[in-house]
């Protein structure tokens, strides 16, 4: 039988510092990873400023005129970062009510002709005009950089608690380094004609997820083994980590990916803003054929715990191709239009009879 939840569990970061409560800490990741798929991280070490920072930042960058977040629309990135506005996209056949701005860590251009196409997924971010957001580029430059060193410590406390030998995830970095992705994400509150579905149940493709929840509204769920939602509310000085497909399939199905959703505010009538950061991997790894050798005691754990969660719609390409063809695939189901303009062929394959009025990925 299963190992059910009704809660989030909190792990503090600051357990690690003391050789005397670190196994507190190992121990406490290993359940998070095995049995919920999610957890709180506080006394982590981003800067308290910078998390401010950009906090204060989100919902000052959706009060932009609507003609520079145009200007900045995701259409005109063939990396699939900018500008998305509300409603675009469409989760278990429903609308969700959020806009967002997506952009990544510092990253080139190393596709050339002749590359696949989804190695044109990395590349640089645009921006909103610096004299009508001072800052706002550096601020958030130095805070993804934090965010991206704090996530590859986790990935690695994780594999120490998996008991996996050092450097186990190694073979997912490319030379150079990955680029990770982020979003600022504004849901705003339900009109009396639209849903209370901010994004739909759904996991997250990489490893590792650190969520900055940059308003006090309640909202994201998570799916425990009986299929009830369990609140994760925001706790302030905390990041909620979830485990992404892509880990849960490297580690043959010991960590788990969770189902989780976010319901739109319904208190205050003021929106809910948040800030997701996607560790992802490397693009030319087939991920169900790279799988860790797991040590049987963790297997163990698997075993005993018996089938978790819901079933995963759209990752089984994660034994068959490439992790940049599914990420490339998603992105252009998620925004066709971005799809049609740069993937002109794959758009097609996905879309035979024409631009949809959503784009849907699940």
Known sequence: MATNFSSIPILDYSLLSDPTTRPQFISQLQNALTNVGFYYLTNHPVPQDDVDAAIAFAPRFFDLPVEEKERIRMIHSPHFFGYSKLGAEMTKGQVDQREQFDFGTSAEVRWKEGDPD????????????????????????????????????????????????QGAFSRFVEPGGNQDRVKIVKYPVPTESSSNQGVGPH????????????????????????????????????????????????????????????????????????????????????????????????????????????????????????????????????????????????????????????????
Do not use: C
């Open 118 to 165: 989804f190695m044109r997924l990395w590349g640089p971010s645009q921006w909103p005009d610096e004299a009508l957001l001072p800052n706002f580029k550096a601020t958030f430059k130095r805070y993804v950089d934090s965010l991206q060193r704090l996530s590859q410590e986790l990935l690695s406390l994780a594999g120490e608690a998996l008991q996996l030998p």
């Open 203 to 362: 996991y997250d493709g990489g490893f590792l997820t650190l969520l900055l929840q940059a308003s006090p509204h309640k909202g994201l769920q998570v799916q425990n083994v009986s299929g009830d939602w369990v609140d994760a509310p925001p706790i302030p000085g905390t990041f909620v980590v979830n485990i992404g497909k892509a880990l849960e399939t490297v580690t043959q199905g010991v960590a788990i990916a969770t189902s989780h959703r976010v319901l739109s505010p319904n208190q205050g009538l003021t929106p809910r803003y948040s800030i997701p950061f996607f560790q992802m991997i490397s693009r030319g790894t087939i991920i169900g054929k790279e799988v860790l050798e797991i040590p049987q005691e963790i297997l163990a754990i698997k075993e005993k715990r018996g089938k978790v969660g819901t079933d995963s719609v759209n990752y089984a390409e994660y034994s068959e191709l490439l992790s940049g063809q599914v990420a490339l695939i998603g992105r252009v189901k998620s925004h066709p239009d971005v799809g049609e303009r740069h993937y002109p062929e794959l758009f097609k394959k996905f879309f035979p009879d024409g631009l949809p009025k959503h784009g849907v990925a699940y």
